[in-house]
Every structure is written in structure tokens, then in C-alpha cells.
């Protein structure tokens, strides 16, 4: 693990496991012949606000010991 890559805790590896699953459900939906339509950017956009969050939260806890 990268030093800026956070912690996780449980929920968050679980929020975060669901998000790829339907990254994947999504990706193969997409048949690609005609540019690939599939828009996932919301998908992204959640799984960066987790990550976010778990960079705050362990932040904030590191400053408080």
C-alpha cells in the first residue's frame, strides 16, 4: 500500500468492493462496437468521495493521538 492511499475499514472495503462489482456489471454491458456508451464517471466519482472520506477520517484520528 502507497503512503497516500488511506486505511480502510471494513465498510469502506465492502462499499468500495460493491462499487467495482457494478463498475464491472457496467463494463460488461458495454459491447464496445460503437465507442463503448456506458458512462461510468458516477461510479468514479463515489468511489473517489470513499477514498476521500477514509483520507479524512484517518487524518483526523492520527491528530488526535
Not at 29 to 52: C, H, I, P, T, Y
Request: glycine letters at 8%; proline letters at 2%; aromatic letters at 4%.
Amino acid at each position: 500500500m502507497s503512503s497516500n492511499e488511506p486505511r480502510l475499514t471494513v465498510g469502506e472495503k465492502a462499499e468500495l468492493a460493491w462499487l467495482v462489482a457494478r463498475m464491472a456489471k457496467r463494463g460488461m454491458a458495454d459491447d464496445r462496437q460503437f465507442g463503448g456508451r456506458v458512462d461510468q464517471s458516477d461510479l468514479q466519482r463515489k468511489f473517489d468521495r470513499v477514498l476521500e472520506r477514509a483520507r479524512k477520517r484517518e487524518e483526523r484520528d492520527s491528530k488526535g493521538k
